[in-house]
């Protein structure tokens, strides 16, 4: 199982549409973009890279503060408008056809809405142009930063529902899995539910399976990011399946930063085994050395997945996607058979 898979499957695999749901909008930089930005702003970020030019960190803390490091070198609205290019290029060349992003206002404007406008519109903009230059649609969920506090997540939720719409679709928490309690972002996912946005919340990549139960029973999410760590608890595999979550399982990640020793052990099967619906994502790609062809190649190697299983990975995704319908089945149609 573990030989090299033969280049006509390898090839069938790039070939096939994506679609991806979990990809954080700075974590999908690729370092050059970054290095170059910082190189013309004239600041020093040399020791967030690696002599090879990777991103360089050790562990999730560390990661999470060279991601904000990486970020810091993005300033403003035009920053912005280049670096959806950059991200988008890059998922293209993967034949995703769409993927939802997540974008935090902490990081554009500081959580001001008049700004945070601003940088939507020049995302916005320059999303609209790559979908016509190379066929993929792109939506936004604005995420509140867990480790930022629920006081800072409450400006965000003003962000989001401030500017719901054909683009914002949804609201989320990412960050530091480890500080405070879902339900202390009860009021911000009220507020991002009231303004008629989606919801997903990360849970269940670090902590136990009562997170994920948390992010279902008090944020009312529909999805939640990882989840994982849920497959320990048949109760809140259960919950799941009653309330049709689906996951955002981000393999690769996962191996990456040590939440699994190894693809084997993960427990993406066992969750389609119970009957949970599962997506796949490539996180923060750069980051954890990822592609979305690679996350397929890997389930195939792994778990003996054939196209098929591919293929319903991506029809999951397009059917737990936050876009409109027409949005939806346009996209389905570009589906194989
Ligand atoms: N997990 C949680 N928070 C994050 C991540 C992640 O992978 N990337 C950026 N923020
Ligand atoms: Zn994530």
Redesign the pocket.
């Known amino acids: 199982m573990n030989e090299p898979m033969n280049e006509e499957l390898q090839q069938a695999i790039c070939d096939l549409p994506k679609a991806e749901l979990h990809l954080?909008f700075e974590?999908a930089a690729p370092p050059a973009f970054i290095r170059g930005m910082a190189q013309e702003k004239n600041i020093d970020i040399a020791k967030i890279f690696n002599e090879d030019g990777s991103y360089a960190y050790q562990g999730f803390e560390h990661f999470?503060s060279v991601?904000e490091a990486a970020t810091s070198v993005l300033k403003t609205p035009e920053d912005f408008a280049r670096l959806t290019r950059a991200v988008l290029e890059e998922t293209a060349t993967q034949n995703v056809i769409y993927a939802e992003t997540f974008l935090s206002p902490d990081f554009c404007g500081g959580g001001d809405v008049a700004a945070w406008r601003e940088y939507l519109q020049a995302i916005e903009e320059e999303a609209a142009r790559c979908e016509s230059e190379m066929g993929i649609t792109l939506k936004g969920v604005i995420t509140c930063i867990r480790h930022f506090g629920p006081e800072k997540a409450k400006a965000v939720a003003l962000c989001a529902a401030e500017t719901q719409g054909d683009f914002i679709r949804g609201f989320g928490m990412?960050?530091a899995e480890d500080m405070g309690k879902q339900s202390d972002f009860a009021y911000s996912f009220d507020m991002a539910r009231e303004a008629e946005l989606h919801l997903t919340s990360?849970a269940c990549?670090w902590r136990g399976p009562s997170e994920a139960r948390d992010a279902i029973m008090d944020l009312g999410v529909e999805r939640i990011g990882h989840g994982v760590r849920a497959i320990q608890d048949s109760s809140v595999v259960d919950l799941m399946l009653e309330r049709d979550i689906t996951l955002e399982v981000c393999p690769g990640?996962n191996v990456f930063l040590g939440v699994y020793p190894h693809l084997k052990n993960h427990p993406i099967q066992a969750f389609r085994d119970a009957g949970v619906k599962v997506t796949v994502s490539t996180?923060?790609p750069p980051f954890f050395h990822t592609t979305m062809n690679k996350e397929f190649q890997d389930l195939v190697q792994v778990f003996g997945w054939g196209i098929e299983d591919l293929n319903e990975m991506t029809r999951n995704a397009l059917n737990a996607a936050f876009c409109d319908e027409t949005t939806r089945d346009t996209l389905m149609k570009r589906l194989p058979e």
């Open positions: 954080h974590g999470l991601y990412a960050g990360h990549e990640s996180d923060d």
